[in-house]
């Protein structure tokens, strides 16, 4: 099992940035492919990015252009970098591993606790 710890998360402008890190531990981090997923209040959780190996990444259209997904295998942690942030993107954002990659959450099987994101407008 492998232990996933969120951060970076926070308040911010419409139009501003955040980059949320995702730190990994407890099982081989290159080997498995990590992804981003969010709750916004009412809403299901809902894929954000994901990326597989150091090179392979993908995201929901939603967020395509704007976030970017990277990984440094030598300090078991995964970025997501986020970029003309709207008030749509307003959640909490949740790190996931999983050995294969997939953009459902029935692909993932372990999970942070999840790092809020305000965006405000």
């Known amino acids: 099992q492998v232990q996933l710890v969120e951060s970076g998360g926070g308040l911010v402008q419409a139009g501003g940035s955040l980059r949320l890190s995702c730190a990994a531990s407890g099982r081989t981090f290159s080997s498995y492919a990590m992804g981003w997923f969010r709750k916004a209040p009412g809403k299901d959780r809902e894929f954000v990015a994901a990326?597989?190996?150091?090179?392979?990444?993908y995201y929901a259209d939603s967020v395509k252009g704007r976030f970017t997904l990277s990984r440094d295998n030598a300090k078991n942690t995964v970025y997501l970098q986020m970029n003309s942030l709207k008030p749509e993107d307003t959640a909490v954002y949740y790190c996931?591993?999983?050995?294969?990659?997939?953009?459902?959450?029935?692909?993932?099987?372990?999970w942070g606790q999840g790092t809020q994101v305000t965006v405000s407008s």
């Open positions: 990326i597989r190996w150091s090179t392979i990444t």
């Open positions: 996931a591993s999983s050995p294969r990659g997939g953009t459902r959450r029935d692909d993932y099987s372990d």
